[in-house]
């Protein structure tokens, strides 16, 4: 049964950093993109950032392109979301995504199972 879980979530101030990480079980971690996602409230779940099954090739929204950073472990079967400059626009609760397919994509319909979240707040 596939598993994610999200660590690494809390409350840090405008311009400051915070560093996500989810654990992933229950499937061939090695051949599938995976991604993360973000809701704050009121709004709809969006794209953050993906990452390939190799680990070559992420994609990001523009909204953090230059401030994320997302990586993977294939040893320890983990991936990594390096957040900085973070400001209150990026308050949320952050998804890690398994990816139905091996390459990073955008879209969610692509992605087939999620954690369950963890909240980042940025205050001003």
């Known amino acids: 049964q596939v598993q994610l879980v999200e660590s690494g979530g809390g409350s840090v101030q405008n311009g400051g950093s915070l560093r996500l990480s989810c654990a992933a079980s229950?499937?061939?971690?090695?051949?599938?993109?995976m991604g993360w996602f973000r809701q704050a409230p009121g709004k709809e779940r969006e794209f953050v950032a993906s990452?390939?099954?190799?680990?070559?090739?992420?994609v990001y929204s523009d909204s953090v392109k230059g401030r994320f950073t997302i990586t993977r472990d294939g040893t320890a079967n983990t991936i990594d979301l390096q957040m900085n400059s973070l400001t209150p626009e990026d308050t949320a609760v952050y998804y890690c995504?398994?990816?139905?397919?091996?390459?990073?994509?955008?879209?969610?319909?692509?992605?087939?199972?999620w954690g369950q979240g963890t909240q980042v707040t940025v205050s001003s």
């Open positions: 229950g499937f061939p971690f090695s051949f599938s993109a």
């Open positions: 990452i390939s099954w190799h680990g070559e090739r992420t």
């Open positions: 995504a398994k990816g139905e397919r091996p390459v990073a994509t955008s879209s969610a319909p692509d992605f087939g199972a």
